[in-house]
């Protein structure tokens, strides 16, 4: 049973636009949040992440949303460009607790120019 | 280097064969960790180990047998393995098991293909 979702395995987006990512979790326990952006042949790269005691946390073009009584989260890419193109995985941990990250499948993003 | 470096890129393996996968971190980091990515599935988190213990294992066959001599080497032996173990196989590194510091780190991955 997954406990980190990514139910859309794919994105695709004008240059400029806003991209949505979404990502659910079942466990209650789960306290941290990150999400990670890998190219092809390249590892994951750590992106943003958000502590539960959050709703929002904010870097640049990107921001992560968190809403704990849905167990959502959500990225938002403002002005997308293509180079944001790449598989965006989430992640959470029970970072208290001490566990490993658990990920998600994934979403495809594609910019298109 | 730094980073996490892992080696081989690339390996191709008979099912009879024996091989290891290597893995180092030259960030000081606590913990290290080994994932396995297959095609449209979630990354996998096989095992972790902070300061040189092993402390999470989620149910991976024996044919996969880590191996962490020290806080920055990380191996994976591998033996016997199917050809349905055909994957990515990436190792992390991290401060803390939660993340919370810059969450992990993540090497290239080895791209191993069983025939």
């Known amino acids: 049973d997954q406990q980190v979702k990514q139910n859309s395995p794919s994105l695709s987006v004008q240059e400029g636009r806003i991209s949505i990512l979404n990502c659910d979790y079942t466990n209650s326990m789960f306290d941290y949040f990150l999400w990670y952006k890998k190219y092809p042949a390249e590892g994951p790269t750590f992106l943003i992440s958000i502590s539960s005691i959050k709703d929002k946390n904010e870097d640049g073009r990107f921001t992560v949303f968190l809403n704990k009584s849905a167990k959502h989260l959500s990225l938002h890419i403002v002005p997308s460009q293509p180079g944001d193109s790449a598989v965006y995985f989430c992640?959470?941990?029970?970072?208290?607790?001490?566990?490993?990250?658990?990920f998600g499948k994934g979403t495809t993003l594609s910019v298109s120019s | 280097e730094t980073g996490v470096t892992q080696t081989p890129r690339h390996l191709v393996m008979g099912m009879t064969n024996k091989k290891s996968l290597k893995c180092e971190q030259h960030l000081g980091h606590n913990a290290m960790y080994w994932y396995k990515q297959s095609a449209k599935k979630p990354l996998e988190l096989m095992f972790v180990?902070?300061?040189?213990?092993?402390?999470e294992n989620n149910s991976v066959p024996s044919r996969f047998s880590p191996e962490c001599p020290n806080s920055s080497h990380l191996f994976l032996h591998l033996h016997t393995l199917q050809p349905e173990d055909s994957a990515l196989y990436l190792c992390?590194?991290?401060?803390?098991?939660?993340?919370?510091?810059?969450?992990?780190?993540f090497g290239s991955g080895t791209r191993l293909t069983v025939v």
């Open positions: 992640a959470a941990s029970a970072a208290q607790a001490g566990t490993a990250l658990i």
């Open positions: 992390a590194s991290s401060q803390d098991l939660g993340g919370i510091n810059y969450g992990y780190t």
């Open positions: 180990y902070s300061l040189e213990e092993r402390v």
